[in-house]
């Protein structure tokens, strides 16, 4: 599905980024793997161990020289780039909207609105000039509606969804593609201390039971759609913001059936 196609992928070293990074590199794509945190180089290791290509830099997606660094890298070294997926995000944390301080909203926003709008205003000029590219950033449910996050998080996301509406119309023409995916629930590094509670209260088969799916969802159900997204088999797939969590944001308020 994304045979010889040059992709970064953010967030690489966790979750979603990791699981999307492996996907990506299965379907034949070459893949410059970015994290703040050291573990990217094990999920480049795994790759190569699977014979696919992929190269790690440590990275932080905030950072604009960085940004425009680990573009040029993915140009350098596999001889241009095809798309990007700017998925790195932090949670901002479990604080109440009166403990919220200006700094966590700029780390927050920092991170998750600033990092995917930095990707995109570098990889653009790369996609305008050959007129292809393909642009999928990590939005979440908590970007559609209520209750998936805090207020900064929140905020945070539903950025994001306005950054790719806004942006699938200034590359009016152009041949480029963006969209975002709004995840559910999904066992990853960030949702960690959600699960690991719910396991320590002999509670985990009441995850995720809010949604028809009646579960919570895996990092490689967010890549799979990612790649998706990513390769030119969604190639009239633009401006949109794919909600992947198992119709939790298909509702209105509902009561839990009783059986
Ligand atoms: N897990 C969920 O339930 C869920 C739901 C909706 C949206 N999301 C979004 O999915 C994306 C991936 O998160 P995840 O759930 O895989 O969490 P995760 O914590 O497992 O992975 C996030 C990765 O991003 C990296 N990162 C954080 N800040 C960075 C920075 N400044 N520069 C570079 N890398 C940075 C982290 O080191 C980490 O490896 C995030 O944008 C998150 O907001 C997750």
């Known amino acids: 599905m994304l045979t010889e196609k040059r992709i970064v992928i953010t967030g690489a070293g966790s979750g979603i980024g990791r699981a999307t990074s492996i996907l990506a590199a299965g379907y034949g794509a070459n893949v410059v793997c970015v994290d703040i945190n050291d573990s990217v180089s094990s999920t480049v290791e795994e790759i190569k161990n699977n014979d696919g290509a992929a190269i790690a830099v440590r990275a932080d997606v905030s950072d604009e020289t960085a940004v425009s660094a680990f573009i040029q890298q993915c140009v350098d070294e596999f001889g ?3 798309g ?3 998925n790195a995000g932090v949670s901002g944390g479990r604080k109440s909207l009166t403990e919220l301080t200006v700094e966590d909203w700029q780390r927050t926003l ?3 609105t600033v990092g995917v709008f930095l990707a995109i205003k ?3 000029p790369h996609f ?3 007129g292809q590219g393909a642009i999928v950033c990590t939005a979440s449910v908590a970007g559609l509606r209520a209750n998936a996050g805090g207020v900064d998080y929140s905020a945070s996301k539903a950025g994001v969804i306005s950054i790719v509406q806004t942006v699938a119309y ?3 023409g152009t ?3 963006i969209n975002a995916i709004c995840p559910g629930l ?3 590094g960030m949702t960690k201390p959600t699960f690991d509670l719910a396991r320590e209260r002999g509670k985990e088969d009441k995850i995720g039971q809010i949604n028809p799916a009646k579960r919570y969802g895996h990092p490689s159900e967010i890549g799979e759609a990612a790649c998706f997204l990513l390769s030119d088999r969604a190639s009239y797939v633009n401006g949109h913001a794919l909600p992947v969590d198992g119709g939790l944001s298909a509702s209105h308020p509902w009561v839990f059936p009783r059986v």
């Open 80 to 82: 241009g780039i095809d």
């Open 84 to 86: 990007i997926y700017a």
């Open 110 to 112: 920092g991170v998750n």
């Open 122 to 124: 570098h990889s653009v």
């Open 128 to 130: 305008v000039n050959q």
């Open 170 to 172: 200034q590359l009016y």
């Open 175 to 177: 041949g480029v593609r």
């Open 186 to 188: 999904i066992e990853t």
